[in-house]
């Protein structure tokens, strides 16, 4: 538990880092706008996209740097030392990145809303869908991470390789927000489930190989 | 298993191997071509283009097959320490990457004049897109590190994690959206089509096996030699790199 705060301490750079996610959200959603036309019914009919599409941007944004600085100054090997698994090391990235990027993209969940005219009604679908969906994000992203840690461009394989990984939390979280009836939900929190479980272990063997 | 792990005796056995599998692959694809175009009748809604599908339902199989080759070699890799397994699971992709590209161009010429259309975002065509996708990542996993034990580990992880994916994008795109006839041959309580088709079928998807496995035992021999050639680099560049100072 003191190696989570610890994370979400260092990799929030003093609640910078949680404010450069608002700022991103806010201006992206804000371009939407200005590229499909200020129509409010077109762009109340693609929120669900939007909101789905700027997660999967925020998952790979933080999630380029969530081992890079602490590897290269050491404190990943220090951590080791100090005799923490690479899977709880694994474990703690995840709820940091999650932190970092999604608590801010559900508490501005209304606002983006706001700007695309999709009404407060469905605010509280999309927010729901986000909440059960982004944790599969935030355990993809950060697995991308420990696979491509000292890869060469390794931010851009790093999303060639998460992207497809990331579809079917798109398909689900898209039909969730959109639809509140459907099995969409369920199956979106399944996928957050499998995802808690799988990341975490192959990040496990993934750390050792890199921190070799 | 890890008798083969000698490179040699592997080099002896895949020389053994070659010439069975270049014969098979050449007996079975020139009946397999015979069948398809001479030996079995245009389906009765589809006309002639349904020959298409002697060459799409093998490359489709083999899409799949070979990246369930790839996980099961990386798997073997990581658990066994197989020093050629690796070398199969990085051989197959390529193989498998060309397969999926066939897939998908000829699925999409059946496409045009059965439905209508080049591309639709059909379940099983976007699963297979993905597929491509996985490939590719999954080359580029490989090309990105320059030790190569690290490569090999982080690529069969890849591997692994996107063969369990695979099964949960399937079904996933399939919730999605569906175009796609339903399978016809691997199904419960036998295959639904008829037996004038399902031999040429059948020749066409072992001439692809064969020639998948030809180019995989190709691949390792060229994967083998590579190594080889890097030691060799090494030990003859030691005595004058280990003067330069080592900024990396």
Redesign the interface.
């Known amino acids: 538990m003191s190696l989570v705060w610890r994370d979400i301490a260092v990799l929030s750079q003093g609640g910078r880092a949680l404010a450069l996610s608002c700022f991103f959200l806010v201006l992206a959603a804000s371009l939407f706008p200005f590229a499909v036309g200020p129509d409010t019914k077109l762009l109340s009919a693609i929120a669900p996209g939007v909101h789905w599409l700027l997660a999967l941007f925020l998952a790979v944004l933080h999630g380029e740097r969530i081992f890079v600085e602490d590897e290269q100054d050491g404190s990943l090997e220090q951590l080791r030392a100090l005799g923490f698994a690479e899977g709880s090391l694994m474990f703690s990235r995840i709820v940091a990145h999650w932190v970092i990027a999604f608590a801010p993209q559900i508490a501005l969940t209304v606002v983006v809303d706001i700007f695309l005219g999709a009404g407060l009604a469905s605010a509280g679908q999309h927010m729901l869908s986000l909440l059960i969906g982004t944790p599969a994000l935030s355990c993809l992203a950060v697995?991308a991470a420990a696979?491509?840690l000292?890869?060469?461009?390794?931010s851009l394989?790093m999303i060639?390789?998460v992207?497809?990984?990331m579809?079917?939390p798109l398909?689900?979280g898209v039909?969730a927000a959109a639809d509140s009836g459907s099995a969409a939900l369920m199956?979106l929190g399944a996928?957050s489930l499998?995802s808690l479980v799988?990341a975490p272990l192959?990040g496990h063997?993934?750390l050792k190989?890199?921190l070799? | 298993m890890h008798r083969f792990a000698n490179p040699a005796r592997f080099g002896r056995l895949a020389d053994r191997v070659s010439p069975v599998l270049w014969v098979l692959f050449g007996l079975s694809l020139a009946l397999g071509l015979y069948l398809a175009f001479f030996g079995s009748p245009p389906d009765y809604q589809q006309g002639q283009s349904v020959r298409i599908m002697y060459v799409h339902v093998p490359s489709a199989m083999m899409t799949t097959g070979l990246y369930g080759f790839m996980a099961l070699a990386s798997a073997t890799a990581l658990i066994w320490r197989h020093p050629l397994a690796h070398m199969a699971a990085r051989a197959a992709a390529p193989v498998g990457t060309a397969f999926c590209l066939i897939t998908l161009a000829t699925g999409s010429l059946w496409g045009r004049p059965m439905w209508g259309t080049w591309w639709e975002w059909d379940g099983r065509m976007t699963s297979v897109l993905i597929q491509l996708f996985l490939y590719f990542g999954y080359m580029a996993m490989w090309n990105a590190f320059s030790d190569r034990a690290r490569a090999a580990n982080a690529a069969a992880i890849l591997a692994l994690v996107g063969v369990g994916n695979l099964v949960i994008i399937r079904f996933s795109v399939e919730w999605w959206n569906t175009l796609h006839q339903p399978a016809s041959i691997l199904r419960a309580g036998g295959p639904t089509i008829d037996g004038s088709m399902l031999w040429p079928l059948a020749a066409m998807v072992l001439a692809a096996s064969a020639y998948a496995g030809l180019m995989i035992l190709k691949g390792m021999k060229i994967e083998l030699k590579a190594v080889r050639l890097e030691t060799l680099m090494e030990n003859q560049a030691a005595p004058t790199t280990s003067y330069r100072l080592d900024l990396g």
């Open positions: 697995l696979l491509t000292g890869a060469r461009q390794s394989l060639v390789i992207f497809p990984l579809i079917p398909i689900f039909s199956l996928s499998i799988i192959a063997f993934a190989a890199a070799k």
